[in-house]
Nanobody, 117 residues
Framework: QVQLAESGGGLVQAGGSLRLSCAAS????????MGWYRQAPGKQRELVAT???????NYADSVKGRFTISRDNAKNTVYLQMNSLKPEDTAVYLC???????????WGQGTQVTVSS
């Protein structure tokens, strides 16, 4: 079992920045894909960004050029640097990791990001 500890959410004005962190712990075999999703009230969960163990990165079109995902494999941690935040970025941000050795997806509890206009 893998536990995910997210941190870094909060309230920020439009144009501001936040950095999210997600640290994985527990019985870890091989964390292939790590990433972030978000869910706003009344909307479906959507992908924000993912990064594989080989460094392949995927971003949602809505965040390209503003958000940067990175990972520290030694710490089993994934980060999301969010710049030029917009009110439409307001959502609960959820960390997701795939342990490919056991073919299991794990989700964090989520961290609230609120961007005021």
């Amino acid at each position: 079992q893998v536990q995910l500890a997210e941190s870094g959410g909060g309230l920020v004005q439009a144009g501001g920045s936040l950095r999210l962190s997600c640290a994985a712990s527990g019985t870890i075999f091989r964390l292939n894909r790590m990433g972030w999703y978000r869910q706003a009230p009344g909307k479906q969960r959507e992908l924000v960004a993912t990064i594989t163990s080989g460094g392949i990165i995927n971003y949602a079109d809505s965040v390209k050029g503003r958000f940067t995902i990175s990972r520290d494999n030694a710490k089993n941690t994934v980060y999301l640097q969010m710049n030029s935040l917009k009110p439409e970025d307001t959502a609960v941000y959820l960390c997701n990791v795939l342990d490919s050795s056991v073919s299991t997806n794990y989700w964090g509890q989520g961290t609230q990001v609120t961007v005021s206009s």
